[in-house]
């Protein structure tokens, strides 16, 4: 099977890996496009579980009208109701930027075992970038981490993302 295939939502044969990695993070890379599509901050997550996809989703804050619709947040709340528990101990997230603090704490408190990201937020992520909350040594979980796959592509969405928004602000009549 081809690693880089956007048509399926299988990996690779084995055990999680490299190959794993980047396959789950193109699936995430997919849902962040949507989110572009939709003229949201193109942020996309998949959870995993035995290398099966069984959550996706990508930031809906502005469709929703709701703060908290991050994809990570979204894809928390579809694992949990396909795992038919809050508990999601053996599952992985993947997510094409650095989770930010809200969305950190839930993973924290869901039990996620592994968080694999993108692109990193030294401004405002919570897993390495302006603070670490995944690994915080006073809470009762603490997840491994990997960053970096994929990342060229996650921030260049992000980039090409507010690009676009800045100069629509610009050559609006208002200029707001």
Not at 124 to 137: E, F, I, K, V, W
Request: charged residues 25%; proline residues 5%; glycine residues 8%.
């Amino acid at each position: 099977m081809n690693v880089e295939s956007p048509e399926s939502d299988s990996p690779p044969e084995g055990g999680l890996d490299l190959a794993t990695d980047t396959f789950l993070m193109e699936q995430a890379l997919r849902q962040a496009q949507r989110a572009y599509l939709d003229g949201e901050v193109p942020v996309g997550a998949v959870i995993a579980h035995e290398g099966h996809i069984i959550a996706r989703a990508f930031n809906q804050v502005e469709t929703l009208k709701d703060a908290t619709a991050h994809a990570e947040m979204l894809a928390l709340t579809q694992a949990q109701a396909a795992f038919g528990d809050w508990r999601l101990t053996d599952c992985d997230l993947f997510v094409t930027k650095e989770p930010c603090p809200m969305c950190a704490g839930a993973i924290v408190h869901c039990r996620i075992r592994r968080v694999i990201f993108g692109c990193g937020d030294e401004k405002g992520g919570a897993a390495g970038g302006m603070l670490n909350l995944l690994q915080q040594p006073t809470l009762n979980h603490r997840c491994t981490i990997t960053n970096g796959v994929l990342e060229d592509r996650s921030r260049q969405l992000l980039r090409e993302f507010f690009l676009e928004a800045r100069l629509k602000r610009k050559s609006a009549p208002d200029g707001s």
